[in-house]
């Protein structure tokens, strides 16, 4: 089983930055990729940014060049960095973490609220 715990998750004005901290436990070794999930009121959750054990990542089109998604594995944590926030990023931010990226998520997180206000 894997843990993961989110954070950094806030209010803040359009035009700002957040960082979100996702720490992973349990039986880490198993994970091949981890990303960061968002849902808003009504829409269906999606996936905002990924990154795989080799070190490629992925970003939905909405936020490439805004969002940046990065770990430090000696603190196993995934942080996701979310700078020109705009008020369409408002939702519950997930960390995800997967056994087999080909496949659907394995474990999530609890969720961290983003509210951008314009």
């Known amino acids: 089983q894997v843990q993961l715990v989110e954070s950094g998750g806030g209010l803040v004005q359009a035009g700002g930055s957040l960082r979100l901290s996702c720490v992973a436990s349990?039986?880490?070794?198993?994970?091949?990729?981890m990303g960061w999930y968002r849902q808003a009121p009504g829409k269906e959750r999606e996936l905002v940014a990924g990154?795989?054990?080799?070190?490629?990542?992925y970003y939905a089109d909405s936020v490439k060049g805004r969002f940046t998604i990065f770990g430090d594995v000696a603190k196993n944590t995934l942080y996701l960095q979310m700078n020109s926030l705009k008020p369409e990023d408002t939702a519950m931010y997930y960390c995800?973490?997967?056994?087999?990226?080909?496949?659907?998520?394995?474990?999530w997180g609890q969720g961290t609220q983003v509210t951008v206000s314009s």
């Open positions: 995800a973490a997967t056994k087999n990226y080909d496949a659907g998520v394995d474990y």
């Open positions: 349990g039986s880490i070794f198993s994970i091949n990729a």
């Open positions: 990154i795989v054990s080799e070190g490629s990542t």
